[in-house]
């Protein structure tokens, strides 16, 4: 039965593969988007898969069968914690690490480098003795999830057209949502140790598609002083010829030269510069934002979640309804994200996902207090269905798409760095505080503080965030600048 699951597994993988393949070519209509879609796809779905891996694998690893249980003794509610929150805590490492290896020696091989900690993680968990190799193996976990986030959308900022750079940066949250949605589907039907080997194929394929295909960054080749091989890179990008390419390769040139000689490219030169400060406290409260949101707390926790709601549907089912939805919620915000515009997606994004939160604090509300609510039942996935959608339709993936806008590219990676770090230490803090907040103020006390924080988000979109929709860096320079045409 497993290795049936398994099977399938691929398949629905490599379907979708197809799919964002044929997407690429109806949609983007250039040649590097066809190897870019499938090789991102790779590890991102391992990092998404990393953020829902508790939701099946925590029941399991708490149970006291042993034909489901690998350990000699079941876990507890201290080291479950632990193991959801661990992968947060490398997560907050991760962009320092990956962004050290990305000004070192550029972004394509910090990917590859940062990647092997993924794979040795899941190795972990395919031999695991006890407890301590999952605790290790999600810290590992970790380390490679923040590098993705860190250093992929300022990868996707170099190698992107300004006309589709929106859409590229939101594949991440797409395939980030397959990842979570076949754990949900494969993780509750498979053992722990066949779970966690299937996780090791889909990395040894990225360094294979991605290593072998996709260039170097223009951007690092310049930076690097090998002008003709950023034409290279830009010819195949573009799928154009050198002198199709000769006033971008001029433009990144300018840009290279013109940071340069400037003394500082590090954070002192964000915090003397306006637009540089305005954009760093604006990316870094969209993710602020995202992670108060309660996001990572109800992905990890889905399945937890479905069985004390007492729902009618069962929590397995549930939690594969959301992971469903999730996928392809963040579809549409890839198509979306260059039609609407990023502020308005995070706007509607903030108000929906706040009132799904009030409507799901309610109905614990009302068990808390022993009313009867079996004519709810069906309020639970209706209201987290309501907020997966409108979740992944901005909050998702706007504050990555606008994070790879703001800045130029010599403080693009300290940015990328500071902000991916203020979005996994929240993130570390909010799964590992969860269960003791639930406990303490109730699952209806704890959605809606997240509720609360939305609401507040809403304001910070309104008065703060600008539009980016389209521009070049300088444009959205003089935005920040209060420089009018």
């Known amino acids: 039965y497993s290795l049936n699951i398994s099977i399938v ?26 190897i870019f879609f499938i090789s991102v796809n790779l590890i991102t779905f391992s990092g998404g898969g990393s953020w ?16 489901i249980n690998p350990l000699p003794k079941p876990t507890t509610t201290f080291e479950e914690s632990w193991i959801a929150a661990l992968m947060n805590l490398g997560a907050v490492i991760g962009p320092f690490a990956g962004g050290a290896c990305a000004g070192k020696f550029g972004k394509k091989k910090a990917l590859l480098i940062m990647a092997l900690p993924m794979m040795a993680s899941h190795i972990l968990c395919t031999i695991a003795l006890n407890v301590y190799f999952f605790l290790a193996a999600r810290f590992l976990m970790g380390l490679g999830v923040g590098t993705i986030f860190a ?39 498979l053992s722990v140790r066949l779970f966690n080997f299937l996780n090791i194929i889909p990395l040894a394929l990225f360094y294979i598609i991605f290593g072998y295909f996709m260039p170097d960054s223009p951007y690092d080749a310049v930076k690097k002083g090998n002008r003709t091989y950023a034409e290279e890179i830009l010819m195949k990008l573009r799928g154009k010829s050198s002198g199709d390419v000769e006033k971008e390769l001029l433009y990144i040139t300018e840009i290279i030269e013109a940071n340069s000689n400037s003394v500082d490219n590090g954070l002192s030169a964000i915090l003397k510069s ?24 109800v992905l990890g926790y889905m399945q937890s979640i479905f069985e004390v709601s007492g729902s009618s549907i069962p929590p397995i089912y549930s939690a ?30 903030h108000v929906f996902s706040g009132i799904s939160l009030v409507a799901l604090g309610a109905y614990f509300f009302l068990k808390q207090l022993d009313q009867n609510v079996d004519f709810l039942g069906w309020l639970p996935i209706t209201s987290l269905v309501i907020f997966i959608i409108s979740y992944n339709l901005g909050l998702a993936n706007m504050p990555w798409v606008v994070l790879s806008e703001l800045f130029p590219s010599n403080v693009k990676a300290i940015a990328s760095v500071i902000t991916s770090f203020s979005c996994f230490f929240l993130s570390f803090v909010i799964t590992m505080c969860f269960p003791f907040l639930s406990a303490s103020l109730g699952m209806a006390g704890s ?39």
């Not at 925590?58 to 042993?66: A, G, M, Q, R, Y």
């Not at 954009?279 to 409260?285: A, E, R, T, Y």
């Open 9 to 34: 597994w691929f398949c629905i993988f490599y379907l979708l593969n197809i799919l964002l393949y044929y997407f690429s070519i109806c949609y983007l209509n250039k040649h590097f988007t066809n």
């Open 52 to 67: 829902s891996w508790t939701s099946p694998m925590i029941p399991k690893l708490s149970s006291t069968d042993p034909e």
């Open 151 to 189: 250093v992929v959308p300022a990868y996707v900022g170099d190698i992107a057209e300004d006309r589709n750079r929106g859409t590229l940066c939101s594949v991440l949250g797409v395939c980030n949502s397959l990842g979570i949605l076949l754990m949900y589907i494969v993780g509750p039907f």
């Open 274 to 297: 306006k637009s540089l400060t305005k954009g760093l406290i604006i990316s870094n409260g969209l993710m602020l934002f995202q992670q108060l949101s309660g996001i990572c707390a």
């Open 320 to 349: 594969m309804i959301i992971g469903t939805v999730q996928l392809i919620s963040n579809s549409a915000s890839a198509q979306l994200v260059d039609v609407a515009g990023r502020k308005m997606l995070l706007i509607i994004s």
């Open 447 to 485: 959605f809606w503080v997240f509720a609360i924080f939305l609401t507040c988000g809403f304001v910070f979109c309104i008065t703060l965030l600008p539009e980016t929709k389209g521009k070049s860096v300088l444009e959205i320079k003089n935005i920040l600048d209060g420089v009018k045409k």
